[in-house]
Every structure is written in structure tokens, then in C-alpha cells.
T-cell receptor, first 114, second 114 residues
Framework: DAGVTQSPTHLIKTRGQQVTLRCSPK?????VSWYQQALGQGPQFIFQ???????QRGNFPDRFSGHQFPNYSSELNVNALLLGDSALYLC?????????????FGDGTRLSIL | AQSVAQPEDQVNVAEGNPLTVKCTYS??????LFWYVQYPNRGLQFLLK??????LVKGSYGFEAEFNKSQTSFHLKKPSALVSDSALYFC????????????FGTGTQLKVEL
């Protein structure tokens, strides 16, 4: 039973570019959330997707957008990259109908902006 | 808005000794609290949660946590530390409105020495 998988594991971009990160949730999970973890910080909630719609959003600018596909997998897109976007991006999943169960996290994508 | 504080950046303990990693929270309504652990270059791994019920919660790998409503604390404990417990520990509180958002503390680095 595969857990949450994310790709790529590492990525290097330059300022102003755009990036797409991908996430496959744990088998059976239908709700996906994205988090940004800057160096030395705790993860910060970006947004959550369920039934292919953004359901909840944290305090991130519109440069951060996402998508969820019918198979529950998800993408995170970041436009006009800034140096401050350098971070570990984590995807988490759970069953929508089991809100008290913990979210399962992937190993993340390490994004470096030059 | 909810918040979590982890007052210690680092905790050092000798192997075999008990350990405590501190966490205090602020949230409107009933708190849903979690502890996660992060090993280098990995995602977050769930340890335990408090939703309701007994104030002493038992989790994975011999860890437990004590919920104290009057002190708004949720300290992580283990009776006998192992070198392999050395990692970064995060306390988190879930959005009480039923959403998916987890608000994390800044993390505590646990170092267990021989």
C-alpha cells in the first residue's frame, strides 16, 4: 500500500520562472493538502483540495495555485518565483469522511530558487 | 486564529532517560492536537493525536502525550529515550471549524546521546 508520493524530489529554478509539483495521495484518500516548510520553520498550510475544488486556503498569494484530478492526485503551481519561495513543499492526504484521522505526509519536494 | 508554541528549539537527553518536548496551544473551541516527527530529508510522520477523552494519549514508538486543558498544553513524553528518537518534532493544532488546515509549531530538535 503506497503512501503519499511526490515528484520531483528536488528542483532548481530561477527567479520569475514557473514550477509545477505533483502529488499522489495514499491509496483511497480523496482529500489533498499542500504545505510549505521553509528552512528552520514548521510547515505552513497553502490550500486543500477535495472533489477537484479548492476548499480552504492559507495566507498565500495568488501566485500559488493548484489542481486536483479525478483520480485524487494533485498539482501545486507557483508562478513568478521569488527567492523566498525556496522551501520544502509537502503534500498530505486523508479520507474526507474521517476528519479525526491524521493526515499522511509525503517526503516533499525541495525547491531551490537561484 | 489558532496558534502553537514550542518554547524549546532543542532538547538534549541521555539515552535511557525520560524525555519531554513541550507544546502549548491557542484555539477557539475544542482543540484537536497532533504530534509529528520529521527525520532528515523526509516528510512528517504521525505520532499521536488528541481529539477527546483521556488526557493521556499513547502513540507510536512508545511516545505519549499529556493534554492539559487548564494550561493549554500538550507535552510529548517518553519514559526511556533512544538514540534513534533523535529527530525534529512538531506539535500541531487542527482548524476547529472542521477544515483540513493544520497549524504547526516551529519544531523542537531532540538529540538523544549515549
Amino acid at each position: 500500500d503506497a503512501g503519499v508520493t511526490q515528484s520531483p524530489t528536488h528542483l532548481i529554478k530561477t527567479r520569475g520562472q514557473q514550477v509545477t509539483l505533483r502529488c499522489s495521495p495514499k491509496s483511497g484518500h480523496d482529500t489533498v493538502s499542500w504545505y510549505q516548510q521553509a528552512l528552520g520553520q514548521g510547515p505552513q498550510f497553502i490550500f486543500q483540495y477535495y472533489e477537484e475544488e479548492e476548499r480552504q486556503r492559507g495566507n498565500f498569494p495568488d501566485r500559488f495555485s493548484g489542481h486536483q484530478f479525478p483520480n485524487y492526485s494533485s498539482e501545486l503551481n507557483v508562478n513568478a518565483l521569488l527567492l523566498g519561495d525556496s522551501a520544502l513543499y509537502l503534500c498530505a492526504s486523508r479520507y474526507h469522511d474521517r476528519p479525526y484521522q491524521p493526515q499522511h505526509f509525503g517526503d516533499g519536494t525541495r525547491l531551490s530558487i537561484l | 486564529a489558532q496558534s502553537v508554541a514550542q518554547p524549546e528549539d532543542q532538547v538534549n537527553v541521555a539515552e535511557g532517560n525520560p524525555l519531554t518536548v513541550k507544546c502549548t496551544y491557542s484555539v477557539s473551541g475544542n482543540p484537536y492536537l497532533f504530534w509529528y516527527v520529521q527525520y532528515p530529508n523526509r516528510g512528517l510522520q504521525f505520532l499521536l493525536k488528541y481529539i477527546t477523552g483521556d488526557n493521556l494519549v499513547k502513540g507510536s514508538y512508545g511516545f505519549e502525550a499529556e493534554f492539559n486543558k487548564s494550561q493549554t498544553s500538550f507535552h510529548l513524553k517518553k519514559p526511556s529515550a533512544l538514540v534513534s528518537d533523535s529527530a525534529l518534532y512538531f506539535c500541531a493544532v487542527r482548524d476547529p471549524g472542521g477544515g483540513n488546515k493544520l497549524t504547526f509549531g516551529t519544531g523542537t530538535q531532540l538529540k538523544v546521546e549515549l
